[in-house]
C-alpha cells in the first residue's frame, strides 16, 4: 500500500546544526513591487522542466515546481527552494508523519536510465500527479515498443488515479472496451492532445549521436549547441 512506504528515511543526514542554508525571504509585497515594476519575470507559475547532457556524458535531469515554493532564494543561485512540508502528516506515529532524517514524498521523478553503465536516455515531466504515469509510458514507448523519443512523447496516453482510468481522446474504442472489461471507469478527455495528461520531454542516446523529443501537449522544445 502506498501509505504504508511514504516518507522513505535517507540512509544518513548530517544533524540539523550542521546544514546551513543561507539565503533570504521574499515576501508577498516585495513580489508584488517588483511585478509592478518590471524587475520580477514571470517565466512560469507552475514547473521549470530541462534534461541536458554534454560531449562529456555530464549529464542532467531537473524538475522545480513553484507549487510549493518557500520563498527562500540563495543569493546568486536564483531558484526558489521547495517547501514540501505540505505532503507530510500532521499526527506523529503514521508512516508519513514529519520526523527527522525522512526524505518528502515526491511524484516528480525526473529520470536517468543507464546502459553499460553510461546515461543513455533522461527524461522528466511536468503535470502533477500525471508525472509518474507519462514518465514511465515513455520509458515503455522506447524500450519495450522500440519507438523515437518524438513518437514516445507523442502517442495517446492514459492515467489511472482515483475512481477512473483517464484516456486521451485518440485512445481507440477497442481499447476503451478492453479497459472496461476489467472493471475499470473510463473517463475520456475531449483533447487528442491533453495537457492534463503530463507533457514529457525525453533525450535518447542512438548508437553514437543523440535524438530528442518534446512532448506536443504544451510548449517546449530541443535544442542542440556547439561550443
Known amino acids: 500500500d502506498r501509505d504504508m512506504i511514504l516518507g522513505i528515511y535517507y540512509l544518513s543526514l548530517p544533524p540539523y546544526q550542521e546544514k546551513k542554508i543561507e539565503g533570504y525571504f521574499v515576501n508577498n509585497s516585495e513580489i508584488e513591487q517588483g511585478l509592478e515594476s518590471g524587475k520580477i519575470k514571470i517565466h512560469s507559475r507552475i514547473i521549470s522542466r530541462f534534461e541536458t547532457i554534454d560531449e562529456k556524458g555530464n549529464t542532467v535531469s531537473a524538475t522545480h515546481t513553484l507549487g510549493t515554493g518557500s520563498g527562500v532564494v ?22 508519513n508523519s514529519i520526523a527527522p532524517g525522512k526524505a518528502r514524498t515526491t511524484g516528480m521523478v525526473p529520470t536517468i536510465l543507464f546502459k553499460n553503465d553510461e546515461p543513455f536516455m533522461i527524461l522528466g515531466a511536468l503535470g502533477g500527479s500525471v508525472i509518474i504515469s507519462a514518465v514511465l509510458q515513455t520509458i515503455l514507448n522506447i524500450v519495450d515498443f522500440g519507438m523515437s523519443p518524438m513518437e514516445a512523447v507523442s502517442v495517446p496516453r492514459i492515467h489511472s488515479e482515483g475512481d477512473f482510468v483517464h484516456v ?32 514529457c520531454h525525453v533525450i535518447l542516446k542512438d548508437k553514437k549521436s543523440w535524438k530528442a523529443g518534446a512532448d506536443p501537449r504544451s510548449g517546449g522544445g530541443v535544442a542542440f549547441a556547439r561550443v
Request: hydrophobic share 35%; proline share 7%; no cysteine.
Open 74 to 95: 540563495t543569493p546568486g543561485l536564483g531558484f526558489v527552494y521547495n517547501n514540501s512540508m505540505k505532503l507530510a502528516d500532521a499526527i506523529s506515529g503514521r508512516p
Open 168 to 199: 486521451e481522446a485518440r485512445v481507440e474504442s477497442s481499447q476503451i472496451a478492453v479497459l472496461e472489461s476489467f472493471g475499470h471507469k473510463i473517463k475520456k478527455s475531449p483533447y487528442s492532445f491533453d495537457p492534463m495528461m503530463a507533457r
